[in-house]
């Protein structure tokens, strides 16, 4: 009987955290990224830190430049507690990549460096633990994209190779193709090659799907204003 009781107690637990952790995606959203990152936080879960981590990292494209970098290093934070609480939480290693990744563009040049090897380290697990993460494949395309686009010396320093810009992004084209971020984002790696007009062919498939939360609106309205200027 009181092994019963045991487990109807830890289901109800269970449903109870899963239903808050829905809340907090539900906040995020809506836009609301600093409700959804602490509620989210609260929970003490991998799941929920790792939701903090996205929520926390997305806020900082929201506030001034002065405020970006302490919030990247608040999401890698959440993130890094989200992988120790599972090391086995292919999205707590994908959003830590994300948050150094972003951080790296604050940093000087050697730290910068550290941080991509350190990115594509967590990507690749994030791969290895969940082979359809489409945004992980899209996340290494741009990696390689960007660094090649920086010439020899961050080619040579992280191994960057320009060969798998393309197989990563058809990756995850594959698995999500009407995932609007994701042709935003192979969009902005065939701008870093002088493929314009590859990249506009892109964008116009991303804003003809329909975008329904604040942050999808939000890469619609991009895509739109990077569309415009490549006419």
């Known amino acids: 009987m009181r092994k019963i009781a045991l487990t109807l107690s830890l289901a109800l637990i269970t449903a109870a955290s899963a239903q808050s952790l829905q809340s907090a995606q539900a906040l995020f959203d809506q836009g609301k990224?600093?409700?959804?990152?602490?509620?989210?936080?609260?929970?003490?879960?991998?799941?929920?830190?790792?939701?903090?981590?996205?929520?926390?990292?997305?806020?900082?494209?929201?506030?001034?430049?002065?405020?970006?970098?302490a919030l990247f290093e608040k999401a890698q934070a959440y993130a890094k507690q989200a992988i120790a609480k599972d090391k086995n939480n292919a999205d707590a290693?994908?959003?830590?990549?994300?948050?150094?990744?972003?951080?790296?563009?604050?940093?000087?040049i050697l730290q910068s460096l550290g941080l991509a090897g350190d990115m594509k380290k967590n990507l690749d697990m994030a791969v290895k633990l969940d082979p359809k993460m489409a945004g992980a494949y899209v996340a290494l395309g741009l990696w390689h994209a960007n660094l090649i686009s920086k010439g020899f010396i961050a080619t040579r320093a992280t191994g960057a190779?320009?060969?798998?810009?393309?197989?990563?992004?058809?990756?995850?084209?594959?698995?999500?193709?009407?995932?609007?971020?994701?042709?935003?984002?192979?969009?902005?790696?065939?701008?870093?090659?002088?493929?314009?007009?590859?990249?506009?062919?892109?964008?116009?498939?991303?804003?003809?799907?329909?975008?329904?939360?604040?942050?999808?609106k939000r890469d619609e309205e991009t895509a739109k204003a990077t569309l415009a200027k490549l006419k």
């Open 93 to 108: 290693y994908f959003e830590l990549a994300r948050a150094q990744g972003r951080l790296a563009q604050f940093s000087g």
């Open 33 to 69: 990224w600093q409700e959804a990152a602490a509620a989210a936080a609260d929970l003490n879960t991998s799941d929920g830190l790792a939701l903090a981590a996205e929520a926390t990292t997305a806020g900082a494209g929201l506030v001034a430049d002065g405020q970006k970098k």
């Open 161 to 216: 190779d320009k060969s798998q810009i393309v197989p990563n992004f058809e990756k995850a084209l594959a698995l999500e193709p009407t995932t609007a971020v994701h042709r935003i984002e192979y969009a902005n790696a065939l701008i870093l090659q002088g493929r314009k007009a590859e990249a506009a062919a892109q964008l116009e498939k991303a804003i003809s799907f329909n975008a329904t939360t604040f942050w999808e």
